[in-house]
Structures are given as structure tokens and as C-alpha cells.
């Protein structure tokens, strides 16, 4: 079955020291995968994108990621963590281009940031 | 730009009542989706519409019905509430389906539904 998981399901971290959120996806095919973020009473905004084009993807607000596909990883880093990045973060996958394109959700990952 | 509105965000419902809760974007998007979030289960999407006039089931369909008379609204309804429908209900919408390829999802700030 293809599916996506997120290995953490709370991540703290120190302003200012680096964010890993881990993500590691299955899937037959070259899946299309992002990082939405969810600021608190909001809605999922997209932070960045991976659709075959560069392994490593840049996004918004210093965040990347890097698609390895020998580990079937996603995992979403940014070199230095701000208090404005508490948030919940999703890793979401397109598992295929055929007829049951559609989305998967991870459970999310919760980042907290202390000062 | 306003993007995706949902009205009501609350709304607190007695078993067996039902409701209708409204999406409007203002993208010109041909796709819409209702998702409902749950602690634990990231977003599962429940009814989509691939334009005006047509709507397709998701992955957890039961217990809700959809519209889409109109381009840029988006209504799911609940005929029967049940507290297993205790949720925060999210629309999207996009230019591209499910934001593949160059596109993306737009997301709508919640609604949260409880059924006592």
C-alpha cells in the first residue's frame, strides 16, 4: 500500500538551532511530494514542492528538502529555527500518476520552538 | 484577495441535527475538496468536485453529501449529525488536481464541528 510516514510526531527545538522533520514515504512510482505547514487556527499552506525536477528543494521561509529516493526519504530541515515556525507540519505524497491519483497525508508533526 | 472562505468556523450540533457548511474561493479554481482533520490522522478527504456542477466521494464519504451549483461555492452537508463527525473541516481548492504538477492546494481556515 502506498503510504507516508512522519517518524516524529513532536519535535522541540532551541531558536536559533537546526529543525529536521523526517518523513519517509512508500510507493511503486516517482511520487510527487510536499510540505504543507499549518500555523495554529489556520489553514495548510504550502511550503515547498518536489515533482521530479531537483532532488533538493527549496521553499518558503528558509526551509528545504531533499528527495532521496534510495531511502525514500523527504525529510523537511532548516538551518536555524524561529519562534514564527511553531507550527504542525505535514508531509504529503502523490504516490502515481495514473488513475488513483490523489493525495496522502501524514499524521503531522508537531514543532515547537523554545526560546 | 480573501482565497478560500468557510463559513461557519464553529458550530455545535445535537445528534441526529444537520448542516450545511459553506466554501467559497475566488481563484477561478476548477477543483475543490472537503477534508476533515482528526488528532493523530493528518487530513482525509471526504467529497471533491472536478467542476461546476460535478462531485466525486473521497476516501470517507459516509454520512455527507456535497455541491457544486456554482463555480466558486462548495457546500457539504450533513443530513444526520453523528459524534463520530466531531471534526475540523477544511476546504481546498486548486487550478491543477490535487496541486500536482505546477499547482497546489489552497486550504480555507477550518470550520470545527462538535456533535454533542
Known amino acids: 500500500a502506498q503510504s507516508v510516514t512522519q517518524l516524529d510526531s513532536h519535535v522541540s527545538v532551541s531558536e536559533g538551532t537546526p529543525v529536521l522533520l523526517r518523513c519517509n514515504y512508500s510507493?511503486?512510482?516517482?511520487?510527487?511530494l510536499f510540505w504543507y505547514v499549518q500555523h495554529p487556527n489556520k489553514g495548510l499552506q504550502l511550503l515547498l514542492k518536489?515533482?521530479?525536477?531537483?532532488?533538493l528543494v527549496k521553499g518558503i521561509n528558509g526551509f528545504e528538502a531533499e528527495f532521496k529516493k534510495s531511502e525514500t526519504s523527504f525529510h523537511l530541515t532548516k538551518p536555524s529555527a524561529h519562534m514564527s515556525d511553531a507550527a504542525e507540519y505535514f508531509c504529503v505524497v502523490i504516490p502515481d500518476e495514473d488513475s488513483s491519483y490523489k493525495l496522502i497525508f501524514g499524521s503531522g508533526t508537531r514543532l515547537l520552538v523554545r526560546p | 484577495n480573501a482565497g478560500v472562505t468557510q463559513t461557519p468556523k464553529f458550530r455545535v450540533l445535537k445528534t441526529g441535527q444537520s448542516m450545511t457548511l459553506l466554501c467559497a474561493q475566488d481563484m477561478n479554481h476548477e477543483y475543490m475538496y472537503w477534508y476533515r482533520q482528526d488528532p493523530g490522522m493528518g487530513l482525509r478527504l471526504i467529497h471533491y468536485s472536478v467542476g461546476e456542477g460535478t462531485t466525486a466521494k473521497g476516501e470517507v464519504p459516509d454520512g455527507y453529501n456535497v455541491s457544486r451549483l456554482k463555480k466558486q461555492n462548495f457546500l457539504l452537508g450533513l443530513e444526520s449529525a453523528a459524534p463520530s463527525q466531531t471534526s475540523v473541516y477544511f476546504c481546498?481548492?486548486?487550478?491543477?488536481?490535487?496541486?500536482?504538477?505546477?499547482?497546489?492546494?489552497?486550504f480555507g481556515e477550518g470550520s470545527r464541528l462538535t456533535v454533542l
Open positions: 510507493s511503486s512510482y516517482s511520487p510527487s
Open positions: 518536489y515533482t521530479s525536477a531537483a532532488t
Open positions: 481546498a481548492s486548486s487550478y491543477v488536481l490535487y496541486g500536482g504538477g505546477d499547482g497546489e492546494l489552497f
